[in-house]
């Protein structure tokens, strides 16, 4: 089934973004014309408040809340369907296959106690790689209530590819945090990044340059080492509200599972000595 613009335009333009690196502009949807529902939804802090909103909700405030969520998370489906098919016009297929059943309710059961949303998401997109293998042209059906059960047996491998295409979203979401609130720490990391064997010296006089402000090799030093601090702040959060109120150990669990704990011990230790 092929999705109606301007939903399906809106998709392709979010697609191009992604695959463009354009993490600024890779916003799927245009929540302008409800300031006050994008207002509200900028407060929810958790991912399983926003996925009740999105299938209960008020329709505006619902609609609203499935863009934001489709927005978040359509580079980690759309990188996952290319993994596992490695043809962008499938994935694609398949992507806005995925975009029209979330949008359309099939997540109403999705429940918090029955296991994490990323399991829900994970299992959908294994049946729909599924479906396609073994080329079964038929409607599409309701996901199914067992959404968060056994993945087919393929599992080993589909949990591979996936963990890794949600954990590069959530490093994603952290990045573009990062730039959005602290603009200048992302310039400092994102050099360090481009040029991890440049020296201080060399690391402070080209950051002078693009900052346009003096630093000194100890200033450029300190502001990275803040710059990672901060990323790894804003990564533990984005993992935090992924999850519904995990527990201090629930959310070791999930950087373990995701491959980022070694990103973020540190921002851990210091959020558990707060807590």
Not at 32 to 43: E, I, K, P, V
Not at 70 to 77: F, I, L, P, S, T
Not at 105 to 120: K, M, N, Q, S, V
Not at 207 to 223: D, E, F, H, I, Y
Request: aromatic share 6%; glycine share 4%.
């Amino acid at each position: 089934m092929v999705i109606a613009l301007p939903l399906r335009s809106l998709l392709r333009q979010a697609l191009q973004d992604l695959l463009a690196g354009n993490r600024g502009a890779a916003v799927c949807w245009d929540l302008m014309g409800n300031q006050d529902a994008h207002s509200r939804l900028s407060r929810i802090t958790t991912l399983w408040t926003m996925v009740g909103q999105a299938h209960h909700g008020p329709a505006s405030d619902a609609a609203s809340a499935q863009r934001v969520l489709m927005e978040r998370y359509c580079g980690a489906v759309y990188r996952y369907l290319l993994g596992a098919l490695h043809n962008p016009e499938v994935a694609e297929e398949l992507f806005q296959e995925f975009a029209l059943r979330f949008c359309r309710g099939d997540f109403h059961r999705a429940d918090p106690t029955r296991g994490r949303f990323r399991d829900y998401v994970k299992t959908a997109l294994i049946n729909l790689v599924n479906d396609y293998h073994h080329q079964r042209k038929v409607s599409p059906r309701p996901l199914p209530p067992e959404l968060a059960g056994p993945a087919p047996s393929t599992a080993d491998l589909n949990d591979a590819q996936f963990v890794e295409s949600w954990s590069k979203e959530l490093m994603n979401q952290a990045w573009a945090e990062l730039d959005k609130t602290h603009p200048t720490l992302h310039a400092v990391l994102r050099f360090h990044v481009e040029n991890p064997d440049a020296q201080s010296p060399q690391v402070a006089e080209q950051l002078s340059a693009q900052l346009g402000k003096r630093l000194t090799p100890t200033n450029a030093r300190v502001m990275l080492h803040r710059a990672r601090e901060k990323y790894a702040e804003l990564l533990v959060e984005e993992v935090r509200r992924s999850l519904e109120s995990p527990t201090q150990e629930q959310l070791l669990r999930e950087l373990r599972e995701l491959h980022l704990l070694t990103h973020c011990r540190s921002a851990l230790e210091r959020r558990s000595m707060h807590s």
